[in-house]
Each structure stands twice: as structure tokens, then as C-alpha cells.
T-cell receptor, first 115, second 114 residues
Framework: EAGVAQSPRYKIIEKRQSVAFWCNPI?????LYWYQQILGQGPKLLIQ????????DSQLPKDRFSAERLKGVDSTLKIQPAKLEDSAVYLC?????????????FGQGTRLTVV | AQSVTQLDSQVPVFEEAPVELRCNYS??????LFWYVQYPNQGLQLLLK??????LVKGINGFEAEFNKSQTSFHLRKPSFHISDTAEYFC????????????FGQGTRLTINP
């Protein structure tokens, strides 16, 4: 079974530039999560999708971050414009059914460095 | 809202020694509890989870955890640490209602004692 795929693995950009991350969840998984993991901290949930609808985005900085999940499959997370404090690993995860009773499977993440 | 506290940011352990990683949570309603492991440059992988039933949960790689409702704890244990266990460990909780967000603790880095 293929895992959660994320790209790119690494990205370096200057502040005020834009960046986009892509995630392909495990086939058939209805729930998709984006987490931000700053060095030395635990992952922080940015947004949670159920199919192509948003379940929770309360911690997404909506003035600069946006996310979409087209056709309930792939998802993109965009930052525009980036700030230095956005430097982090962005993790995508998916699970089969709604809610978190089911195991969430994580991708390897995209490490973003803003300089 | 739920929250998770991992009391130790780093735990050095001798090889073949027992290890315990502490996790406490805060929630006014029932919860599911999880431990995830993150090896260097990899994503998170589920070690074990508590949903209901027996409070002692066994996971992969010889790890186990015990749910203690009165102390709101979910400590992770392993009888014998191996160098391959060197990683960062995250405790996570979700409340059993509403949007069921998965909230993580700060993580505990398990390293071999030199």
C-alpha cells in the first residue's frame, strides 16, 4: 500500500515570497490533515478536511495561508507571503474514516526554510 | 479544548535499560490517546493507541502504555531500550466529540546515554 506522498521534500525561499506544498493521501482516505511542526515543538494542526470540505481550520493563519482539497483527493497548502517564522516542517496526514479513532498516516513532510 | 503535556523534552537512556516517557492530558470529556514515533527525517508513525477497554495497551517494537483516567496520564514504557529506539516520541489526544482534532504534545527525544 502506497503511503502519503508529499512534495517537495525541501524548499528554501526568501521572506515575502510565495510557496505551495502538495499532498497525495492514501487512496480511499476521507480525512486529510495539514500540520506545522516548528523545530523543537510538536505538530500543530493547521487544517483538517473531510473529503473536500473543511472540518477545522481554527489555527490556520488565513491572512497568509490557504489550503484546498480538490475532488476530495489531493491537497495543496499555500503560503503567501511567507514570513521568517513560517520556517518549519509541514506534515500531511490522512485517515480512512472521519474523526481520529482511525490511525492517521503521515507523509515525510516538506521542510521549509524562509530566509 | 484538549491539551497534552509531555514533561520531559529529552530522556537519555542506557542500552537495555527500561524507559518511561510521561504524558498527561487535559480534557473535560472522554478522549482517545495515541503515541507516535518520529525517526530522523521521517514522518510520524503510530506506536499504539487507546480507544476503550483494557487500560494497558501494547504497541509495536515492544512498547506499551497505560491509560490512567484518574491521573489523566498515558505514560509510555519499554522494558529494554535499544539504540534503534533513538527517536522523538509524541503523545497525542483527541476528544470524542465535535471535529475530533488530533492534538500533539511537545515531544520527548529518546537518546542513548553515552
Amino acid at each position: 500500500e502506497a503511503g502519503v506522498a508529499q512534495s517537495p521534500r525541501y524548499k528554501i525561499i526568501e521572506k515575502r515570497q510565495s510557496v505551495a506544498f502538495w499532498c497525495n493521501p492514501i487512496s480511499g482516505h476521507a480525512t486529510l490533515y495539514w500540520y506545522q511542526q516548528i523545530l523543537g515543538q510538536g505538530p500543530k494542526l493547521l487544517i483538517q478536511f473531510q473529503n473536500n470540505g473543511v472540518v477545522d481550520d481554527s489555527q490556520l493563519p488565513k491572512d497568509r495561508f490557504s489550503a484546498e482539497r480538490l475532488k476530495g483527493v489531493d491537497s495543496t497548502l499555500k503560503i503567501q507571503p511567507a514570513k521568517l517564522e513560517d520556517s518549519a516542517v509541514y506534515l500531511c496526514a490522512s485517515s480512512f474514516t472521519p474523526g481520529t479513532r482511525e490511525t492517521a498516516f503521515f507523509g515525510q513532510g516538506t521542510r521549509l526554510t524562509v530566509v | 479544548a484538549q491539551s497534552v503535556t509531555q514533561l520531559d523534552s529529552q530522556v537519555p537512556v542506557f542500552e537495555e535499560a527500561p524507559v518511561e516517557l510521561r504524558c498527561n492530558y487535559s480534557s473535560s470529556v472522554s478522549v482517545y490517546l495515541f503515541w507516535y514515533v518520529q525517526y530522523p527525517n521521517q514522518g510520524l508513525q503510530l506506536l499504539l493507541k487507546y480507544l476503550s477497554g483494557s487500560t494497558l495497551v501494547k504497541g509495536i517494537n515492544g512498547f506499551e502504555a497505560e491509560f490512567n483516567k484518574s491521573q489523566t496520564s498515558f505514560h509510555l514504557r519499554k522494558p529494554s531500550f535499544h539504540i534503534s529506539d533513538t527517536a522523538e516520541y509524541f503523545c497525542a489526544v483527541t476528544i470524542i466529540q465535535g471535529a475530533q482534532k488530533l492534538v500533539f504534545g511537545q515531544g520527548t527525544r529518546l537518546t542513548i546515554n553515552p
